[in-house]
């Protein structure tokens, strides 16, 4: 049986069966020396042995949980079984004294009342007891006092209140949840994730009141009550609304890089076929890429301007060994800054995967048996175009930095291979002369906060 504390009494009493299952780790818990369990519970439910010292929970828990959240080391494990909820009788329609005036099937917030003018007697109220949540709402607004209700839990209405939840009082056990009798009643915050009270659906039994460990529960004036209701209510919808928005949204940008990613793979197989140059762009065919678009995205997106969908976007470094011009001299093997070089000679040497692309190797080989180079994608006057660029000599770019996105996970410090990056006070410093301009944090930025732009761009 589960035990509440009556706020006005101070005394346990029995609201509904609960079956309660607890272990705790005594290992764990004798190594916590403040115990902050022990002033968490609201009703002292849980204490120390004075016989071996354990820490132990009584009968009187009602299962809120709060000591297992107040645990530091995750010493206690609690179980709950509870029977269903207390629930009203059908309210019971007096035919004689109904007038059939149509005040309780107006209120009834879940159709369960129609009048029933069938038969020889006179027309009346009925409730179909299906649909019927006990909320007692037709009770009240009875003029003739025809319906009886309030068999099991006592009314103390007082003046016409409504009972609310405080939200800076409370601390989101969900006890109110549990104990509630009327279906409906109390709902969950998708924003705040705390409860809160539907002021039509409250049947205002206190049972919400009596039980809540934080005091949070209140009578408010019904005015303050419908408008704080409303209030969440309307954030609420507007939260699942923005949240259906950004999930069609994240669809579609996935969609655009599928497109983005389609389109440059049947360029670079173009570019592959046709004589190596330094520097080759091509401007990207509005038709076709709305065409791709237009499969993938949504119809009522539109892409006007290609440059507000990107500035700049790295696709994919290369690097090629000429089998027929390298003889595994093995200079390129003394600049990698991340030792990718594998000398094998006579072999041809052999890329390793944790190669940076800089280009250095490329600059130092006098065979020219090392081709580096970069497609990628960039916009101008609002037209997008594809790109291969062909690192001759060392490299050299505009390094930028997106304060707004980046999120100074250090990814890029930890791979930089010539530590041109570091981290101090929670910001990205940028060390030019050290920079070979490898992309290589550009590659890796989770959230392109990181874009490097040649001269050409």
Do not use: W
């Not at 005594?26 to 042995?49: G, M, N, Y």
């Not at 354990?54 to 000591?67: A, P, R, W």
């Not at 401007?283 to 076709?288: A, F, G, P, Y």
């Not at 301007?305 to 990107?310: A, D, M, P, V």
């Amino acid at each position: 049986m589960i035990l509440m504390i009556d706020s006005y009494t101070k005394t346990p009493r029995p609201i509904r069966d609960v079956d309660i299952e607890y272990s705790i780790d005594q290992s764990k818990c004798d190594i916590c020396v403040d115990k902050p369990c022990l002033a968490s519970c609201p009703i002292e439910a849980i204490l120390l042995d004075p016989v071996d010292g354990h820490t132990k929970i009584n009968s009187t828990c009602f299962g809120c949980v709060l000591c297992r959240n107040a645990c530091p080391y995750d010493a206690i494990t609690i179980h709950k079984h509870m029977a269903p909820p207390i629930k009203e009788n059908v309210p019971n329609i007096n035919s004689k004294l109904c007038k059939a005036c149509g005040a309780c099937v107006q209120a009834c917030k879940t159709g369960a009342i129609h009048i029933n003018a069938t038969g020889s007697g006179e027309a009346h109220s009925e409730i179909d007891p299906e649909k019927c949540i006990r909320c007692g709402y037709c009770f009240r607004v009875c003029p003739t006092d025809a319906i009886k209700y309030g068999e099991l839990i006592p009314k103390t209405v007082k003046g016409g209140k409504a009972i609310v939840i405080r939200e800076n009082d409370c601390i989101g056990c969900m006890t109110c949840t549990r104990v509630c009798p009327s279906m409906g009643a109390i709902e969950v915050s998708k924003t705040s994730r705390l409860p809160y009270i539907n002021p039509s659906y409250c049947a205002r039994c206190e049972e919400c009141m009596h039980s809540c460990p934080s005091g949070a529960i209140k009578y408010s004036s019904r005015k303050r009550a419908f408008s704080t209701y409303a209030d969440i209510k309307y954030f609420d919808i507007v939260s699942e609304i923005v949240n259906k928005d950004m999930k069609k949204l994240s669809f579609n940008i996935v969609g655009l890089n599928d497109v983005l990613s389609n389109i440059a793979n049947n360029l670079m197989l173009q570019f592959d076929d046709e004589p190596a140059v330094e520097y080759r762009e091509v401007e990207v065919s509005k038709i076709l890429i709305e065409k791709e678009l237009g499969l993938v995205l949504d119809s009522s997106i539109e892409v006007d301007k290609f440059g507000n969908i990107l500035d700049s976007k790295l696709v994919k470094r290369h690097i090629d060994v000429m089998a027929s011009k390298c003889i595994a001299c093995g200079e390129c093997l003394n600049v990698c800054p991340v030792s990718a070089i594998r000398l094998n000679p006579p072999n041809p040497i052999e890329i390793q995967d944790n190669c940076v692309y800089c280009g250095l190797c490329a600059d130092i080989c006098k065979f020219d048996a090392i081709k580096v180079y970069d497609d990628y994608y960039y916009s101008k006057d609002d037209n997008l175009y594809f790109a291969r660029r062909y690192v001759d000599g060392k490299r050299k770019g505009n390094f930028s930095l997106s304060d707004c996105k980046c999120q100074v996970c250090t990814i890029c410090v930890k791979n930089c291979p010539t530590a041109t990056l570091s981290c101090e006070d929670e910001k990205i410093l940028f060390d030019e002369p050290k920079c070979i301009y490898c992309r290589e944090c550009e590659q890796i930025c989770p959230v392109d906060a990181i874009v490097i732009k040649f001269d050409e761009e």
